[in-house]
């Protein structure tokens, strides 16, 4: 069939972080319970079993993110903070959060992506208690039984109102005809980053708190002005604010050109792709006007992954091709900065 949705191969793309997180955290590279509550697989989206280099890079985009967000929490201290996570997919990071013994001192946390995501994402949290009984924080004392605190029933309700939970009682509230949901420590919101205004998102945030903005695999999909804008957003809204991104870089060289060649089969474009680690954090210099941003390509995360974490995942299965994992890796790249928070966001400690 035509597809005259440009879109769509942007949004598919979530099928790819999905599928990869899905088969790393089977095979036991991450431990994320959440990540078979938010996508169920089908037959389109390839095999479940994703080959070793793609386990392992998930395995090390994973280790990198959660370091630097545990290492802006910590740095944030007493103080509640929050995270955007802009173009969230499918992703399970809030729940993994939540889901500690000890979670994180999130004031909140708030996803963006387009619509038909959303409503997807949305249905999935509706359906599953284990997913919406972490949207409201845990009571103090472990001794008393976990009751989240509930909205009343609203007047919107989700399109498919069997998928709602029996109970007339829901830790969050519908947005949007079921587009969105909120509750007290998480928001999801349809919207479309490179044209519609983000100061919709201002009413589920506090711009005093300190503010970590998340684009995984996001930017890289929008023409620079329009993934700048989302930059400057944050520049102009949030005086205390870190940024981290994880995308592909430098696909100028031979093995560059081939991704992109694969990618444009899909009828993807690859607009908003820097050259290197070092001129994404220069873009959050400029844009983001950052006080100071640093980034590293996934090869280099593996040179800081502990000896004993890299030994354990080698046991889950053979790597034939270290060469290949060295190319694959040197294209991807972590970059973070932050601006008006006495603090140095690092990935080394
Ligand atoms: N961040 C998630 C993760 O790492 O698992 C998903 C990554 S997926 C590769 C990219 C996501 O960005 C998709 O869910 C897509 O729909 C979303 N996205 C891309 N462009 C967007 C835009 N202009 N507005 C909102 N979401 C967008």
Partial sequence: ??????????????????????????????????????????????????????????????????????????????????????????????????????????????????????????????????????????????????????????????????????????????????????SLLYTLLPLDLRNQPLSSILSYLDQSRPTLFLAECVLCYMIPSEGNKVLEFFRENFSRCVGVIYEMCGLEDTFGKVMRRNLASRNLSLPGVYASPSTLAERLLIEGKFDRADGISLWQVRSIIPEEELKRISRLEQLDEVEELKLVLEHYCVVWGSKGLNMNLTLTN
């Fill in 1 to 182: 069939p035509i597809n005259t949705d440009p879109d769509e191969p942007v949004r598919l793309t979530d099928n790819d972080a999905a599928t990869s997180r899905l088969s790393a955290a089977t095979l036991e590279y991450l431990q994320d319970p959440f990540a078979a509550l938010l996508y169920k697989s089908s037959p389109l989206a390839g095999p479940s079993r994703k080959p070793p280099l793609i386990n392992i890079g998930t395995h090390h985009r994973t280790w990198a993110l959660d370091r630097l967000v545990d290492n802006f929490f910590r740095c944030c201290g007493d103080e509640a903070a929050q995270v955007v996570s802009l173009g969230a997919g499918s992703d399970t990071r809030f729940w993994r959060l939540m889901n500690r013994d000890t979670p994180p001192n999130l004031a909140h946390y708030l996803e963006l992506d387009f619509p038909s995501m959303t409503s997807l994402k949305a249905q999935r949290i509706a359906r599953s208690p284990k997913l919406s009984s972490l949207l409201s924080p845990r009571p103090v004392s472990p001794q008393v039984d976990h009751q989240p605190l509930f909205f009343e029933n609203t007047t919107n309700i989700l399109p498919t109102t069997q998928i709602l939970p029996s109970s007339q009682k829901q830790p969050y509230q519908v947005l949007h005809g079921g587009q969105g949901l909120t």
